[in-house]
């Protein structure tokens, strides 16, 4: 614990969300970046191949999996990079770079655990909504207002901010958890700040429904607006933004085809606007 503190005293003081200097940051996105890199390869070639279809687009639960863990690295690496390096950084600063590197992969790994959980409750709702639009089409309308209105309002709401607080600044949380036993304590690490960024952006995930989950264009600007709420100094500020348009959203999606891409029928015919 005293090396954390050494190592958060001794540098440059880091503004909320800032866990590094520029040069370590420059580093350890480097690296981090590749992988996000190689996941929205994968995710885009993927997506190409595949388009915008309601529910689970036919694939199986072992496959969906894999696609989506594909996706979570994409759009969620880059703005939990400077955590899991200042982790490995901090507890392992006098080992090598390799420690370091095995103990970044670990916590990265217990950090997509969580999602790739959240993956299963998703392939439900997705497999629920598909159903639903392939049977009664009109309904897709309310089910994407539904979806916005849900991001909205847990965009404004307690719970949000607790958990954005805590992605953005988690200092105090890693200096806790250097009093883990080491047995498995990178993996446990990850579980839990992988828990508090579910519960951060969880609901932004929602809007993937209505949007498309192979939307090339909405999986790019969600990641954008995670990274921007987790690292910017004014990303609080824009999470009530954001939760304030997807309410205007709410109310457009029912006469908007747009904004229910996902939620077009099988066959491929528009719904018809009101």
Not at 100 to 107: K, N
Not at 116 to 141: M, S
Not at 148 to 161: E, S
Request: hydrophobic fraction near 55%; charge should be positive.
């Amino acid at each position: 614990m005293r090396t954390i503190q050494r190592s958060v005293t001794n540098d440059h003081p880091l503004r909320p969300g800032v866990l590094l200097p520029a040069r370590d940051l420059a580093v350890a996105w480097s690296l981090i970046v590749v992988i996000a890199a190689l996941a929205w390869v994968l995710t885009v070639g993927q997506a190409l191949d595949m388009g915008i279809e309601p529910g689970t687009m036919g694939m199986a639960l072992p496959l969906f999996l894999l696609l989506w863990v594909a996706m979570m690295a994409a759009m969620m690496l880059p703005s939990v990079a400077p955590v899991a390096v200042t982790w490995a950084k901090g507890i392992t600063r006098q080992s090598g770079g390799l420690t370091r590197a095995v103990r970044t992969t670990e916590f990265l790994g217990g950090y997509l655990l969580v999602w790739t959980a959240f993956g299963l409750l998703a392939y439900g709702g997705l497999a629920l909504t598909g159903d639903l639009v392939d049977r009664h089409p009109e309904a897709g309308k309310w089910i994407g207002a539904a979806a916005f209105a849900l991001a909205g309002l847990y965009q404004l709401g307690p719970l949000k901010n607790i958990c954005l607080r805590h992605c953005r600044s988690p200092i105090a949380q890693l200096m806790r958890y250097a009093s883990y036993r080491p047995a498995v304590r990178d993996l446990r690490v990850g579980l839990h700040h992988g828990a508090y960024c579910l519960g951060c952006c969880w609901a932004l995930m929602v809007v993937l429904i209505p949007l498309g989950v192979m939307n090339i264009a909405a999986m790019a600007g969600l990641a954008a607006l995670i990274f921007l709420e987790k690292l910017w100094y004014r990303g609080p500020q824009l999470a009530r933004v954001m939760g304030v348009a997807f309410l205007v959203l709410a109310v457009l999606a029912p006469f908007q085809d747009w904004l229910l891409l996902g939620l077009q029928p099988s066959g491929g015919a528009m719904m018809p606007s009101m």
